[in-house]
């Protein structure tokens, strides 16, 4: 299995970035796709975006579509999440997975990494 580390949340105002780093050990990080997902307080845990195995195809959540962009540096097991005009529905605790090749859902996941918008 893989283990997954989130980094680089943290309190920004309104329009402002952030980049979230995935780090990843364990089994071999270019075989897993990817994904960023966020759960609001008394939220559902939703999809931010997803990333398949060479980057090729990159999946976002309507709500972030032109603000985020999702990355992958399969040389350094590492996945990113830029975030651009960050707003204050953004506020959440992010999380990265990697999706099982094997089932195909998502069973790999970090402990999160807590964003806030202030407005």
């Known amino acids: 299995q893989v283990q997954l580390v989130e980094s680089g949340g943290g309190l920004v105002q309104a329009g402002g970035s952030l980049r979230l780093s995935c780090a990843a050990s364990?089994?071999?990080?270019?075989?897993?796709?990817m994904g960023w997902f966020r759960q609001a307080p008394g939220k559902e845990r939703e999809i931010v975006a997803s990333?398949?195995?060479?980057?090729?195809?990159?999946y976002y959540a309507d709500s972030v579509k032109g603000r985020f962009t999702i990355s992958r540096d399969n040389a350094k097991n590492s996945m990113y999440l830029q975030m651009n005009g960050l707003k204050s529905e953004d506020t959440a605790v992010y999380y990265c997975?990697?999706?099982?090749?094997?089932?195909?859902?998502?069973?790999?996941w970090g402990q999160g990494t807590q964003v806030t918008v202030s407005s």
């Open positions: 997975a990697a999706r099982s090749p094997s089932t195909g859902t998502y069973a790999y």
């Open positions: 364990g089994r071999t990080f270019s075989h897993y796709h």
């Open positions: 990333i398949s195995q060479s980057g090729g195809y990159k």
